[in-house]
């Protein structure tokens, strides 16, 4: 760190103008498990947020100043450490908000997403911060997207949801109290990180430990030698139709699964197909936010659990689901911070290799608000969920009856007609054990 900025951090901390903090078990995960490093912008989190009705930029202004105090993240960067990087919060900072018109020749959906990609695509100063960038573009009087992106270091999906109840809120507060602040969030960011730091002891990571090294004993990998180089991403976007969705769910209720048991049962299925092998581990998310306290609270803090299945093709499919279901059971009540999950397998990230799994599955299940009143509407959509370090990916989100399928691949692995097929076969597995729950495994792998 040059000396001038030394100087400026030493007078800070005795002003308390700011304060320094070890990572997160979390943040951890960024600088240690993961085969891009935390400064790539694959670490963004991306997403509109459109809004309806006569906003001004002075009352967005104020309202995202008062967002600013609440949620100490947004005042929150990185600086270099002896052994690994702290991070810096600050005790006050003025809102990253721009607000321009569109001209009517640019506002078009296609000529938005190109705006919006130039500043998800923009890299951040993990030193210097902030760590998110928010741009307001004005379609209409009455019409607006927000278009934001904040690092991954500092948020997960369902922090997003966070940040559009409280700007609504704050928003709303600034018209009826200008000079009021929100409420404090029950338990900041940082006050969570000391908490979760605290309870993971070596004695409690030792004994997840007895559970996780049988479970994952001589794991093989679907892509013996993936491109070291990243290469650019490829999304695509789907949906399952709601007679199907209708049809997964009462499949699950009548064999005591969920959802996501469910889905996960037939995605197994159809990788082992698609891949030829018959030992199928992927990673899937989880919120890592069940007491109460920690709802409010914007901040990197959900976790990721891997979860391995042995495609049996004499079986039944409802005999796999039951075993989906137990595993994740089993699973989900052992997970510990995927960075001494890492650790404790001794699987490194490599350029180009995730440690222990390389794909991921996701039933997203945090909150995406859309908020109104009469003369104001905020609607949440995502542009992507976080860091892309997976040679595939495939996130379901419920819309209703219907399913959103979401498939991010790598693109210099995998060409988008093979992602359409991969779909297909997905789709018609779910659909044939929906129509016949008992048929056979082998049944589903050779189906057209």
Not at 23 to 43: I, M
Not at 147 to 154: G, P, R, Y
Not at 413 to 441: K, N, W
């Amino acid at each position: 760190m040059p000396q001038d900025s030394r100087a400026r951090l030493k007078q800070w901390l005795e002003s308390g103008e700011a304060r320094l903090q070890p990572l997160t078990l979390t943040q951890r995960e960024l600088w240690e498990a993961s085969p891009v490093p935390p400064g790539d912008v694959s670490n963004h989190i991306c997403a509109f947020i459109r809004v309806r009705g006569p906003i001004t930029p002075e009352r967005c202004e104020a309202a995202f100043h008062k967002v600013v105090d609440r949620q100490e993240v947004f005042r929150l960067s990185f600086i270099p450490g002896k052994e690994r990087p702290m991070q810096l919060i600050r005790r006050s900072s003025r809102p990253s908000l721009i607000f321009r018109d569109l001209p009517s020749s640019k506002a078009r959906p296609e000529a938005i997403e190109e705006a919006a990609q130039e500043i998800f695509q923009r890299p951040f100063d993990l030193v210097a911060g902030p760590l998110y960038r928010s741009e307001v573009l004005r379609v209409a009087p009455d019409d607006h997207v927000l278009v934001f992106s904040i690092h991954h270091a500092i948020a997960d999906g369902w922090t997003l949801g966070v940040f559009v109840q409280d700007l609504f809120a704050a928003y709303l507060l600034g018209i009826q109290s200008p000079q009021a602040a929100l409420p404090p969030v029950p338990l900041s960011y940082s006050a969570w990180g000391a908490t979760e730091r605290a309870f993971w002891t070596p004695a409690e990571i030792e004994q997840r430990a007895a559970f996780w090294k049988p479970a994952l004993a001589d794991t093989t990998r679907l892509w013996k030698n993936p491109p070291a180089a990243r290469g650019p991403r490829g999304r695509w976007v789907t949906q399952l139709p709601a007679d199907l969705g209708r049809a997964l769910r009462d499949l699950a209720r009548r064999n005591g699964a969920t959802l996501f048991s469910t889905l996960l049962a037939a995605f197994q299925i159809t990788l082992s197909r698609w891949t030829g092998s018959d030992d199928i581990l992927v990673g899937t998310p989880v919120a890592n936010r069940n007491r109460p306290n920690i709802r409010e609270t914007m901040g990197y803090c959900a976790g990721i659990v891997p979860l391995r299945g042995s495609i049996d093709r004499a079986r039944k499919f409802t005999d796999s689901l039951r075993e989906a279901h137990q595993s994740a059971v089993d699973a989900f009540a052992n997970a510990m911070p995927f960075v001494e999950l890492a650790k404790l397998m001794n699987d490194r990230p490599e350029p180009g290799r995730n440690p222990v799994f390389e794909v991921r599955f996701a039933l997203q299940n945090h909150p995406v608000p859309e908020v109104n009143m009469p003369n104001l509407g905020l609607r949440l959509s995502m542009g992507s969920t976080g860091t892309f370090r997976f040679e595939l990916a495939c996130e379901v989100t419920e819309e209703g009856d219907a399913l959103e399928v979401v498939w991010l691949f790598r693109e210099n692995m995998f060409a988008a007609t093979d992602i359409h097929d991969l779909h297909r076969l997905y789709q018609a597995t779910l659909t044939g054990v929906c129509r016949s729950p008992e048929i056979l495994t082998s049944a589903l792998m050779t189906a057209a």
